[in-house]
């Protein structure tokens, strides 16, 4: 139920690329989808992209869809966000927290608890 612990965000050039990273603690005892979000400056936060418990199922925002992959390796704990093709559009910070397995389940991504960490900030700028 608790967030997990976002690392990998900086500034980086429209086109370029990231890798996000979110360490979630327990995952291998008590396992959870887990989705990544986003908020920019005066904006409501957003769903971004989500994962299923074994990584089966995925979903994503029509704004990211194919540029962005979301994958997870539980034997590390941790679930990934690979960003492609950056926008400045993306320029957010990124927060990563378990989901509702219903709404992933339909297509969706949307947080389970009301809990949220640090978040990493990403920039994309020329």
């Known amino acids: 139920q608790l967030p997990g612990v976002e690392s990998g965000g900086g500034l980086v050039q429209p086109g370029g690329s990231l890798r996000l990273s979110c360490a979630a603690s327990?995952?291998?005892?008590?396992?959870?989808?887990i989705g990544w979000f986003r908020q920019a400056p005066g904006k409501e936060r957003e769903g971004v992209s989500c994962?299923?418990?074994?990584?089966?199922?995925?979903a994503y925002a029509d704004s990211v869809q194919g540029r962005f992959t979301i994958s997870r390796d539980n034997a590390k704990n941790t679930v990934y966000l690979q960003m492609n093709s950056l926008k400045p559009e993306d320029t957010a910070t990124y927060y990563c927290?378990?989901?509702?397995?219903?709404?992933?389940?339909?297509?969706?991504?949307?947080?389970?608890?009301?809990?949220w960490g640090q978040g990493t900030q990403v920039t994309v700028s020329s």
């Open positions: 927290a378990p989901v509702l397995p219903g709404a992933l389940a339909a297509g969706y991504c949307r947080r389970m608890g009301d809990g």
């Open positions: 327990g995952l291998t005892t008590s396992s959870y989808g």
């Open positions: 994962i299923s418990t074994r990584g089966s199922t995925t």
